[in-house]
Nanobody, 129 residues
Framework: VQLQASGGGSVQAGDSLRLSCAAS????????MAWFRQAPGKEREFVAG??????????YYLDSVKGRFTISGNNVDNTLYLQMNNLKPEDTAVYHC?????????????????????WGQGTQVTVSS
């Protein structure tokens, strides 16, 4: 199993980036995928996620990124994207994508890193002021 994240870079405040995550080798389609980020000295933080349950799609965001970030993707080809606009220095972190396969997550659990079964290595996003 491999989750390959890409698209990070060094940008100025106000710029945009688009992150991509491609999952391969999964035994079946995930119930959810999400982006988390981790800044130096801080815990891994939920950024945005998608949940596919019974034909319904739910999207979830960290409050501080609502209106600036947009998540998209699907659990057919197991890809996930994060369009990040109006980036701020506080968005600086390593961004990881994760996938949930073992359980059908409830909405409130999407922000919990421990429910994710597989993780990618991450892509660095650095935003200068």
């Amino acid at each position: 199993v491999q989750l390959q994240a890409s698209g990070g870079g060094s940008v100025q405040a106000g710029d945009s980036l688009r992150l991509s995550c491609a999952a391969s080798g999964l035994p079946f389609s995930p119930y959810a995928m999400a982006w988390f980020r981790q800044a130096p000295g801080k815990e891994r933080e939920f950024v945005a996620g998608m949940r596919w349950i019974n034909g319904n799609v739910g999207t979830y965001y960290l409050d501080s990124v609502k209106g600036r970030f947009t998540i998209s993707g699907n659990n057919v080809d197991n890809t996930l994207y994060l369009q990040m606009n109006n980036l701020k220095p506080e968005d600086t972190a390593v961004y990881h994508c994760g996938a949930v396969l073992r359980v059908r997550p409830i909405a409130s659990s999407m922000r919990t890193a421990s429910i994710y079964d597989y993780w990618g290595q991450g892509t660095q996003v650095t935003v200068s002021s």
